[in-house]
């Protein structure tokens, strides 16, 4: 095959149409700006967990409560709460 003469201008668009589909191409995979939802299960599940955070691990004013009536001798557990604490504690085993 004999090729006489090539056009430089047919070339030069060639690139030009070649570098333009490149760049859309890598547009397409990498988006110029990426984000992320969270769902709204989620959501609640993080603002729970704040408040959790937020909460004392101790409630002061039962354990003073409790100790008041231990020494006045007028705490009075109650053997069913207990016995069904004992239970359930068992069955989770």
Do not use: C, F, W
């Not at 201008?9 to 969270?38: C, F, V, W």
């Not at 769902?39 to 603002?47: C, D, F, L």
């Not at 004392?56 to 007028?74: C, F, H, I, S, Y």
Request: aromatic content about 4%.
């Amino acid at each position: 095959m004999k090729i006489n003469s090539v056009d430089r201008n047919l070339i030069d668009a060639y690139k030009a149409q070649n570098k333009k589909n490149n760049t859309a191409a890598k547009k397409q995979i990498n988006p110029e700006h990426d984000r992320a939802e969270i769902s709204t299960r989620a959501q609640e599940i993080i603002n729970y967990r704040a408040k959790l955070r937020d909460m004392p691990g101790v409630r002061q004013d039962r354990v003073d409560e409790l100790k008041a009536q231990l020494k006045d001798g007028t705490y009075r557990p109650s053997a069913e709460k207990i016995a069904e604490g004992l239970i359930r504690e068992r069955t989770q085993i």
